[in-house]
């Protein structure tokens, strides 16, 4: 039986085996990725973001223990960037030593690859395709790191939860800038600890300064408490929900376009990477005594 | 007189004219930093970030102050990547609004341009490359935003200011990760505030966590109010000791050279961008229904 055969059949060392193809960079799992592409999608692809500390590992333990009793099939993608900037131990890491591992409808894998300019590769991108492909119902993402991983995983995920606990300096006020843009769900968990209502209301007082429009998805903000499995289903609601307006809004349509243009780039700066570690040094050389301007340079990167 | 003859005299004009060139991506901008790129560069580029609110404006305006009773010719490039992230005046319309306006010896500029993926912009960059061979002794960069804008200074400035204030959540220990590898110089700014000792033990804390090796740089933190123009010497002095450390183990010139790779990455994703803006509906299809794959759509805006 062929790769894709045992693939369409559901073989779980067959999605593995292709996932390291396609992280490997073969033409193999290029092929087929292509032919698995055709597949339906029905996932909804989750993004988990927010502070170390904040108990994402524990959140996302908790959320599948809720999809499982829905008999979902459940994929966690943690893509590690290797950035000068990660620390601690991936989210796939600490969830695998939790209570998963014997669980068919539980798919766990970790992914340490990076792009140029630190954002997620092109490799983490097809991985998610091929989850699609495979037929899981939810796909978490979750990507170490600041900053950019953060920004990456909007731009890959249906929905984005942003996880935040109290004391922790979660810089609300800091980042509210940005942090508006991020999240489809706010997450305020460990929220047994008496700051949580100061943070619930920075969350929401920084939210009213984004003037969302009408007809806009205005995200929730949800308390839990993970560890003691509090709040859950209220989160799990507020998913189901902002994946219903998506669909209504067509917003989801508009969402898988953009991951596979996000692929694409991707993988065109891979390739950019892969030249320009060749001719770096020339280039630059040639760059800084005026022989070439940088446009320059970029087109010779294109010719070869 | 051509431009390149009235830049290299010193008119302010030109170099704006210039700077315009370049944001327009026009031909002739580009033939004329290449020829200007053989001027030596003396400039130190100095990066801003840090939270709203910190005192970002100010700080810098009071460094200026200490830059020029030096009788340093000073830059400052504020860029607003105009990402869904960004938000509030940028630092260029603030300082320009205090009193540096008259004065011939400070240039003050804003571009509102970005790359794709969130970053920095091409132009961007070709613009601090113009401001070197114009013969700034410092070059202020301050991108607006969270997030990407403040990784990528890291990879612009040859020394990155890390600007916090105390009780604003500055999120020390949820940014911790990767505040640590942002800064050269930690600044914590309106250190009058009772709180500021916290903040400044939160920072140590989060330091001694990343182990930096013997011979690494131990980045300085300083205390500053930069409305009393408190702290600046000390600050300014701390600058001068990292631009010295960077000259005497090589990394200055490393620094450059990192600065025009990324230069020429920023140029080809421009140039990939704006093929990707013509083809992508068709690519997207093209990939969905298994036609091509990523790597294949990559190819195809190589091709043309």
């Known amino acids: ?146 900053g950019q991983s953060e920004i990456d995983i909007v731009q890959v995920a249906d929905s984005t939860l942003l996880v935040m606990s109290p004391g922790q300096g979660d810089g609300v006020q800091a980042f509210k800038a940005g942090i508006m843009e991020i999240a489809d769900v706010f997450v305020i968990n460990k929220s047994d600890n008496p700051s949580a209502h100061r943070l619930k209301r920075e969350v929401k007082a920084a939210m009213e300064l984004s003037h969302p429009e009408e007809g806009d998805w205005w995200p929730p903000i949800v308390s839990t408490i993970a560890t003691k499995r509090e709040g859950l289903e209220e989160l799990w609601d507020a998913i189901g929900k902002h994946h219903d307006y998506l669909k209504e809004s067509d917003k989801l349509i508009e969402q898988r376009k953009q991951r596979i243009s996000f692929e694409i780039s991707a993988s065109v700066n891979n390739r950019i990477r892969q030249r320009l570690a060749v001719e770096e040094d020339k280039l630059i050389e040639a760059i800084l005594s005026g022989e070439m301007s940088s446009a320059e340079a970029a087109n010779t990167l294109f010719e070869k």
Chains 1, 2 share one sequence.
């Open 1 to 146: 039986m062929t790769l894709t055969e045992r693939f369409l059949q559901g073989d779980e060392r067959a999605l593995s085996r292709a996932i390291s193809l396609i992280e490997a960079g073969s033409k193999d799992g290029e092929r087929l990725l292509k032919k698995l592409r055709q597949q339906e999608s029905k996932a909804r692809v989750i993004g988990v973001t927010g502070s170390p500390g904040s108990g994402k590992s524990s959140l996302t333990d908790a959320l599948i223990g809720v999809a499982r009793a829905q008999n979902r099939k459940i994929a966690v993608l943690a893509i590690d960037p290797s950035s000068p900037f990660s620390g601690g131990a991936i989210l796939g890491d600490r969830i695998r030593m939790m209570r998963w591992h014997q669980d068919e409808g539980v798919y766990i894998r970790s992914m340490a690859t990076r792009g140029h300019l630190g954002g997620l590769a092109a490799a983490s991108l097809q991985a998610i395709s091929l989850l699609e492909a495979y037929g899981f119902d939810d796909i978490f993402v979750e990507t170490v790191g600041v």
